[in-house]
């Protein structure tokens, strides 16, 4: 019974780890500075990204210009 404790607790740290470190990437999109020609709209200095126009800007061919 205490290894199966020893188990979960190990899989939670774990868990917790890979989603803190996905927390740190979160606050700085790499959307921005990857693809500049992605479909948005900047309002005071937040970006918002329209969601059908990305998810077909997504699915067409401009994704691979350069």
Do not use: C
Not at 5 to 14: C, I, K, R, Y
Not at 38 to 50: N, R
């Amino acid at each position: 019974m205490e290894m199966n404790f020893f188990w979960l607790a190990l899989g939670l740290a774990v868990l917790g780890y890979f989603i803190g470190d996905g927390l740190k990437n979160f606050s700085k999109p790499q959307r921005k500075s990857k693809y500049p020609s992605a479909p948005k709209i900047e309002l005071k200095g937040t970006t918002y990204y329209p969601y059908h126009q990305f998810v077909d800007w997504l699915s067409s061919n401009e994704i691979y210009k350069v």
